[in-house]
């Protein structure tokens, strides 16, 4: 059974640290494209970050340059670093499969329950 | 970056009536379009991908048209598990999200 399960939310002042991580079983992180999607509350699904079978990764302009996403293929598990954080950054974080190895395009199969980042002071 | 956009914001169906969920994006996007559901406090789920072609254990009274700029999510018979928020996807490009669409009970 695939599962993605995040955790690392927290509560942190505007211009902190914080680094989210998803534990995946069912499936290798080495062999997926994973992603980072977010929900603001009250508004709408926004991608955030994605990272290849190779590699290779991809940001949304607005966390460029701020949030980091990297892997351990020996813990199978998908992490998001994110700096400088702003009110805007307030949201529900989900990671998310992209099935058949993004053959198909960047779409989403499975996700997990989501962790909740709120910047405020 | 591709807008997407959906109508209405709020649909009120009764249970066993037809709805019907539009999509549109601000360019061509041919068939890379995927419709999540999701219920309050619940991950998203895949219910359509490729425009028309349902995601595994998605009920037959879930279909899904269009191609192009223009696409439409139908619930042929609305259940009672099927009250929640409809969002679109398109993955032509880098992806983004509709605003969704919520169907609640009349």
């Known amino acids: 059974e695939v599962q993605l399960v995040e955790t690392g939310g927290d509560l942190i002042q505007p211009g902190g640290s914080l680094r989210l991580s998803c534990a995946v079983s069912g499936f290798t992180v080495s062999n997926n494209f994973v992603s980072w999607v977010r929900r603001a509350p009250g508004k709408g699904l926004e991608w955030v970050s994605i990272?290849?079978?190779?590699?290779?990764?991809y940001y949304a302009d607005s966390v460029k340059g701020r949030f980091t996403i990297s892997r351990d293929n020996s813990e199978n598990t998908v992490y998001l670093q994110m700096n400088s954080l702003s009110a805007d950054d307030t949201a529900v974080y989900y990671c998310a499969r992209v099935p058949t190895g993004g053959s198909l395009g960047n779409y989403f199969d499975c996700w997990g329950q989501g962790t909740l980042v709120t910047v405020s002071s | 970056e591709i807008v997407m956009t959906q109508s209405p914001a709020t649909l009120s169906v009764s249970p066993g009536e037809r709805a019907t969920l539009s999509c549109r994006a601000s360019?061509?996007?041919?068939?890379?379009l995927a419709w999540y559901q999701q219920k309050p406090g619940q991950a998203p789920r895949l219910l359509i991908y490729g425009a028309s072609t349902r995601a595994t254990g998605i009920p037959a009274r879930f279909s899904g048209s269009g191609s192009g700029t223009e696409f439409t999510l139908t619930i042929s018979s609305l259940q009672s598990e099927d009250f929640a928020v409809y969002y679109c996807q398109q993955y032509k490009s880098w992806p983004t999200f509709g605003p969704g669409t919520k169907v609640d009970i009349k």
């Open positions: 990272i290849y079978s190779g590699g290779a990764t």
């Open positions: 360019q061509s996007i041919n068939i890379y």
